[in-house]
C-alpha cells in the first residue's frame, strides 16, 4: 500500500490550543477614545521613571507608569489628524512621524517629566510625510516618506537632525530593522527582506536579498539577540511570521517558513526580547512566543484586545505596554509558566485514492511531550464508527509526528483530531478543547478536522447535441452541446477545439457559425474535451458545409419527413432519419408509451437536409416509445419498441 505523505516542509499553520494565558492585564486607559489610536513606545528618564509614548491620531500622548495598574496621561503634544503615526526615542527627545502632509518631522524635549513636555521643532524641509522611523546609535532611519526609500539623520543636534543620504534602491520600502552599522530593510509588496550596509552613513550598500515570497506583504521584523536569526511579520495574511537564518550576510536561509494563529488574525509588529517574541496581532491582540529554539517558535502567552496596534516590551520593570486601535494603552505583565504542548498541523480536505494517509504535526512543549496521538472516526452511509487511536510508532523525528489512516473506500467521511500530553501532565487536543491523560484526549474536543475520500471515475456523456456528424449551409449556425455527469461527485471542465485550434469557450456549449470564408464545400472538426481533473472524455463532429441543393438522396426533392428507425425492435440502440426542405428551428423528442418525454435528441436550427440520429436507450426500460419531429409546422410521430 502507497502512503499518502503530507509533509510540513511548506508552510505551517500554526493552531492555538491555548489562549489568554500566562499574561496579565494591569490596566487600560483610554484617554481618548472619540479619536483612536496608533503605535506605542517607550521611555525611562533619568531617575527610572518609566512612561508610554501612545501615539493617538491627533497628537501624542505622554503617560506616566509610575504605577502601572494606574496609567496618568501627563502631557499631549497635538498633530495633524493621521491614521499612521510611529514613534522613537533617542537619549531624551522623542522623534515623531505621522502620514500627514507637510506634518514632517515632530521632535519632543521629554526633560521636564512627568511635569511637562515640550515640541522643540517641527521640521518639514526633509520630508513632508512619513511612515516609520527607526533610532539606532545616533541616527535616524525614517521610512515611507513622501520622497521615497530610506532617509538618514544625524541626531548628533537632537533638536536640529542632518540628513546624511537617502537610499532608493531596490524599491519601496516599509519598515526596517537597524544595528551595528547594517538594516534590514522590508520591502512590502516585493515580498522581500534586504541586508543594507551603513558603516557609510552617507554611501549606503545594498548586501543581500531574501527569496521574494509570493503573495506577502513584507511588513516589519526584529532580530533574535545574538543577531542570527529574522522573525520577519508580513501583513497578507499568507505566512504572518517567517523567520530567516542569517549567519551568512551574503544569503537568507528561510528555516521557519510561517507561523500562523488559527483564527485568521492578521500580524502587525513583533519584537524579541531575550527568549521571547512580542508580537502585536490585530484582532489576536497581545501574542508571546517562545523562541529558546529559534527553528520552533511557540505561543506561551496571549491577551485577546480589539485591534492591537504595537506593543512595547523593553521597559527595565518587565511590564509590556500596548497600543489598541481602539480602546488605547494596555498594560500587561508576562510572567512565563508551564503550558500544554503546542501542535501545528496543515488540515486536509480530500483525497482522491483508496491508499491509508499519512497526517503529519508539530508538537512543542515547553518542557517536554510524554505522549501524542490521533484518533479518527469514518461516516459511510449514514454509519458513523467508534473512535480509533494511532500513534506514531517511530517517534517524533525534530517534533515531527506522522500518523497513518487506513485506507477508506469511496464517498468516506473520515473526522480525526491530535492530542498530546507533556511532562507535567498538561493535555491539548487540535481541534482545541479535548481533555483526558494517559493516554491524552481520551474525551474529545467539540470540533474535529474532517476529509473526504472522492476515487474520480471517468465522466460519462448522457447526450450530445447534433448526436452525430451534420451538414451545414454556409453561414448557418450550429449549437454544439453536451450532457455529461461524474459519478464520482468532481466538478467538470469543457474545452472546445475547432480544427484543433482551442477556443475560448468553456461551458457546455459551443455556437458554431459556418463561415463562407475559407471556401465551401470543406469539412470542419469541432470537438469538445470534458475531464474531472483526473479523466478526460471526448466527442468530435464533423461538419460539412456546402451550399444547398434542395435534392435528397437519388437527386430527388427534399421533404419533410420522419422515417421509421431502424432496426426495429432494438436494443438498446436504433438510428432515425428524417429530412427538411427548408432551414428550420427542430425539435426531436422521445416520448414513453404514458406520454413522458424520455429524451430530447435535437433541439436547434437547422439546415435543409437528411439527417441521421442514434437513440440510445440503453437506460431506458423494455416497452413502445414515440419519436415526435417538430419542424416549423410540420409535426410526425413513429413508434418504436424497445427489447431488452
Known amino acids: 500500500m502507497i502512503k499518502r505523505i503530507l509533509f510540513l516542509t511548506a508552510i505551517f499553520f500554526n493552531i492555538l490550543v491555548i489562549a489568554q494565558t500566562n499574561v496579565t492585564l494591569l490596566s487600560n486607559l483610554d484617554e481618548h477614545n472619540s479619536t483612536g489610536y496608533n503605535d506605542i513606545w517607550g521611555y525611562v528618564d533619568p531617575m527610572g521613571n518609566e512612561y508610554a509614548l501612545l501615539g493617538v491620531r491627533n497628537g ?26 510611529d514613534i522613537k526615542v533617542h537619549e531624551q527627545y522623542a522623534y515623531v512621524v505621522s502620514e500627514q502632509t507637510n506634518d514632517g518631522l515632530q521632535i519632543i524635549d521629554l526633560s521636564n517629566l512627568p511635569n511637562s513636555a515640550t515640541l522643540v521643532n517641527q521640521i518639514d524641509t526633509l520630508f513632508g510625510s512619513a511612515h516609520n522611523i527607526f533610532i539606532d546609535n545616533g541616527f535616524a532611519y525614517v521610512i515611507g ?18 540628513q546624511t543620504a537617502t537610499y532608493l534602491t531596490g524599491g519601496s520600502i516599509h519598515d526596517v530593522y537597524v544595528w551595528n552599522d547594517t538594516v534590514i530593510a522590508c520591502m512590502g509588496y516585493s515580498g522581500e527582506y534586504h541586508l543594507i550596509d551603513v558603516t557609510d552613513k552617507s554611501n549606503p550598500q545594498f548586501i543581500s536579498s531574501s527569496t521574494s515570497l509570493p503573495g506577502i506583504y513584507s511588513h516589519s521584523g526584529w532580530m533574535t539577540e545574538d543577531k542570527r536569526y529574522f522573525y520577519g511579520t508580513e501583513e497578507f495574511n499568507q505566512r504572518d511570521i517567517t523567520v530567516w537564518d542569517l549567519q551568512d550576510r551574503s544569503s537568507w536561509n528561510l528555516v521557519v517558513p510561517s507561523w500562523q494563529t488559527n483564527s485568521n488574525a492578521t500580524v502587525h509588529n ?31 502567552g496571549e491577551y485577546s484586545t480589539s485591534e492591537m496596534w504595537g506593543c512595547y ?43 491509508s494517509v499519512t497526517l503529519t504535526a508539530q508538537i512543542v512543549d515547553n518542557n517536554s511531550v510524554s505522549d501524542a496521538n490521533l484518533r479518527y472516526r469514518t461516516t459511510l452511509n449514514g454509519n458513523t464508527s467508534n473512535w480509533s487511536i494511532v500513534n506514531d510508532p517511530n517517534g517524533p523525528t525534530n517534533n515531527i509526528y506522522e500518523f497513518e489512516i487506513p485506507g477508506q473506500v469511496n464517498n468516506t467521511i473520515v473526522e480525526y483530531y491530535i492530542s498530546a500530553q507533556d511532562n507535567n501532565n498538561l493535555v491539548s487536543t487540535l481541534p ?134 431502424y432496426p426495429n425492435p ?14 428550420e428551428f427542430v425539435n426531436l423528442s422521445i416520448y414513453s408509451a404514458l406520454g413522458e418525454k424520455v429524451r430530447e435528441l435535437v433541439n436547434e436550427f437547422l439546415s ?7 437513440f440510445d436507450a440503453a437506460h431506458l426500460s423494455s416497452g413502445f416509445y414515440i419519436a415526435k419531429i417538430i419542424a416549423g409546422s410540420y409535426t410526425q410521430v413513429i413508434k418504436m419498441s424497445l427489447l431488452k
Open 60 to 85: 501624542t500622548a505622554i503617560i506616566s507608569l509610575a504605577n502601572p495598574s494606574n496609567p496618568i496621561e501627563v502631557a499631549f503634544i497635538p498633530a495633524t489628524y493621521s491614521i499612521w503615526r
Open 145 to 162: 516618506t513622501n520622497v521615497g526609500g530610506m532617509q538618514i539623520l544625524d541626531l548628533s543636534d537632537p533638536v536640529n537632525p542632518i
Open 313 to 355: 516590551p523593553f521597559l527595565p520593570s518587565g511590564i509590556t505596554i500596548c497600543s489598541d486601535m481602539d480602546n488605547g494603552l494596555y498594560v500587561f505583565q508576562f510572567i512565563p509558566d508551564d503550558v500544554p504542548p503546542t501542535i501545528n498541523h496543515t488540515p486536509i480536505t480530500e483525497v482522491n485514492n483508496s491508499d
Open 570 to 583: 432494438f436494443n438498446p440502440s436504433t438510428q432515425i432519419k428524417f429530412s427538411i426542405p427548408n432551414s
Open 432 to 565: 482545541e478543547g479535548g481533555s483526558g491523560i494517559n493516554p491524552p484526549g481520551s474525551v474529545p474536543p467539540s470540533t474535529f478536522f474532517s476529509y473526504s475520500v472522492m476515487i474520480p471515475a471517468p465522466p460519462i456523456f448522457i447526450s450530445v447535441t447534433p448526436a452525430g456528424d451534420t451538414t451545414i449551409a454556409p453561414d448557418g449556425i450550429v449549437q454544439f452541446h453536451v450532457n455529461a455527469v461524474d459519478t464520482s461527485g468532481f466538478d467538470l471542465d469543457y474545452s472546445w477545439f475547432k480544427n484543433g485550434d482551442r477556443l475560448s469557450f468553456q461551458s457546455n456549449s459551443y455556437v458554431y457559425l459556418a463561415m463562407s470564408n475559407p471556401d465551401v464545400p470543406r469539412v470542419d472538426t469541432i470537438r469538445t474535451e470534458v475531464t474531472n481533473g483526473f479523466y478526460t472524455i471526448d466527442f468530435t463532429w464533423l461538419v460539412t458545409v456546402e451550399n444547398p441543393t434542395g435534392l435528397g438522396n437519388g437527386n430527388l426533392p427534399l421533404e419533410y419527413s420522419l422515417r421509421q428507425n
Open 608 to 614: 435543409p437536409g437528411e439527417y441521421t440520429i442514434t
Open 270 to 300: 513583533l519584537f524579541i526580547k531575550g527568549n521571547y517574541a512580542h508580537i502585536s496581532y490585530y484582532t489576536d491582540g497581545y501574542v508571546v512566543l517562545d523562541i529558546s529554539d529559534p527553528l520552533n517558535p511557540f505561543l506561551v
